[in-house]
T-cell receptor, first 114, second 112 residues
């Protein structure tokens, strides 16, 4: 059974470029979460979806960040334009309503903005 | 306040020793308290979780102790092994439909 799939695993880009991170949640899961992890701030929740609908995006740091979930099996997190302070590991996680509160995390995307 | 405060930031324990990580919360509505384990290059994974109707839960060498009145919970790793070296996160949520709120993590190193 495949877990949460994220791509790319590593992304190196230059300041000002657009970055798109991708996530495929576990089949049957109806919640999807995007987190950002840094040494200074730990794991920060950016946004989460329920049944493809954004529920809370209050953690999105700036208008440069946007997230979509066009269907139950795919979500994107976009940063445009990217800045060096966006460098972090971005995690996608999913869970299902009937599965308790356990969230299943993907392997993460390590983003470096030069 | 939706915070979970975790300590210490880092911990070094001798092989065979006991590792103890503590968390405190403020929101009395929290009713689910998991601990996640993260190895380098991997995403966090659920290790053990507890609900406030019990004061302790044990799974193998891992035990959660929960103190509802003090609004604190802790993770104890007995007979710590080098393979336990990882970052540990406490978290909390409530109601079943809210996202987890994570502590900032504790980096555990178990040395031989």
């Amino acid at each position: 059974d495949a877990g949460v799939i994220q791509s790319p695993r590593h992304e190196v880009t230059e300041m000002g470029q657009e970055v798109t991170l991708r996530c495929k949640p576990i089949s049957g899961h109806d919640y999807l979460f995007w987190y950002r992890q840094t040494m200074m701030r730990g794991l920060e929740l950016l946004i989460y979806f329920n049944n493809n609908v954004p529920i809370d995006d209050s953690g999105m740091p700036e208008d440069r960040f946007s997230a979509k979930m066009p269907n139950a099996s795919f979500s994107t997190l976009k940063i445009q334009p990217s800045e060096p302070r966006d460098s972090a590991v971005y995690f996608c996680a999913s869970r299902r309503t009937s599965g308790g509160n356990e969230q299943f995390f993907g392997p993460g995307t390590r983003l470096t903005v030069l | 306040q939706q915070q979970v405060k975790q300590s210490p930031q880092s911990l070094i324990v001798q092989k065979g020793g006991i590792s103890i990580i503590n968390c405190a919360y403020e929101n009395t509505a929290f009713d689910y308290f998991p601990w996640y384990q993260q190895f380098p290059g991997k995403g966090p994974a659920l290790l053990i979780a507890i609900r406030p109707d019990v004061s302790e839960k044990k799974e193998g060498r891992f035990t959660i102790s929960f103190n509802k009145s003090a609004k604190q919970f802790s993770l104890h790793i007995m007979d710590s092994q080098p393979g336990d070296s990882a970052t540990y996160f406490c978290a909390a949520s409530w109601g079943g439909n809210t996202p987890l709120v994570f502590g900032k993590g504790t980096r555990l190193s178990v040395i031989a």
